[in-house]
Structure formats: structure tokens, C-alpha cells
């Protein structure tokens, strides 16, 4: 069982930046932060393997970047120039690698078997 602990969520305005922590009791191949804001599903952000090799979504690329600390266990994810439409709880989520080594369906919540309680960020305009 992989426990997985957030932190540095908070209320920032619009153009501001936050960075979140997630701390894993033991290192997991495949790792990601998900969100979800209210009466919305949750959407994967970004995902990262275990060589570092990251990846995210459309709506965040060139202001969330993901990286990991391999010898901490931790999970970053340092989101800047805020947008009110970032508005969610933020979860960290982990997942062993699949057969062959690799990170599947890596934005998929349903792939994570492995998830912290969330933190919440909020973004004013």
C-alpha cells in the first residue's frame, strides 16, 4: 500500500504561482496530479514515470511543470501564472509501471490505484 500525502495548496490571485508537494511512503514508477474543481469531473494535469519523463495537458502546458525527487519519494508540481479556471483539488496520484516497463493511460484517473486526500487550490480573480 503506497501512501501519498499533499501539500502547499492555498488561495493565490490570478498571475500568481503555487508549488505542490506530495510525499510517498515508498517510490511508485508512474506518478500524476490530478484535479478536480466543483460539480466537474476529475481531469489529469500531468504525469511523470520514473526516468522523469513528464507529460501534461493542453490547458496547463507552459505553466505547471511536474518533476520528481526520486531519493525523497516526492512529487512536485510548480504552477505559475495562475488562472482562475485552476480552481480545483489538486490529488496526487501513483500507479505501478505496466507490462513492458512503461506509464499507460498516464491522465486517466481509473488507471491510479494509489491516491492522496488532495489539496485544495483556489484562484481569485
Known amino acids: 500500500q503506497v501512501r501519498l500525502v499533499e501539500s502547499g495548496g492555498g488561495s493565490v490571485q490570478a498571475g500568481g504561482s503555487l508549488k505542490l508537494s506530495c510525499v510517498a511512503s515508498?517510490?511508485?514508477?508512474?506518478m500524476a496530479w490530478l484535479r478536480q474543481a466543483s460539480a466537474k469531473a476529475r481531469e489529469g494535469v500531468a504525469a511523470i514515470d520514473g526516468s522523469g519523463n513528464a507529460a501534461d495537458v493542453d490547458s496547463v502546458k507552459g505553466r505547471f511543470t511536474m518533476s520528481r525527487d526520486n531519493a525523497k519519494n516526492t512529487l512536485y508540481l510548480q504552477m505559475n501564472n495562475l488562472e482562475t479556471e485552476d480552481t480545483a483539488m489538486y490529488y496526487c496520484?501513483?500507479?505501478?509501471?505496466?507490462?513492458?516497463?512503461?506509464?499507460?493511460?498516464?491522465?486517466?484517473?481509473?488507471?491510479?490505484?494509489?491516491w492522496g486526500r488532495g489539496t485544495q487550490v483556489s484562484v481569485s480573480s
Open positions: 515508498y517510490s511508485t514508477y508512474c
Open positions: 496520484a501513483a500507479e505501478r509501471a505496466a507490462a513492458g516497463g512503461f506509464c499507460v493511460r498516464i491522465f486517466d484517473e481509473d488507471n491510479y490505484t494509489y
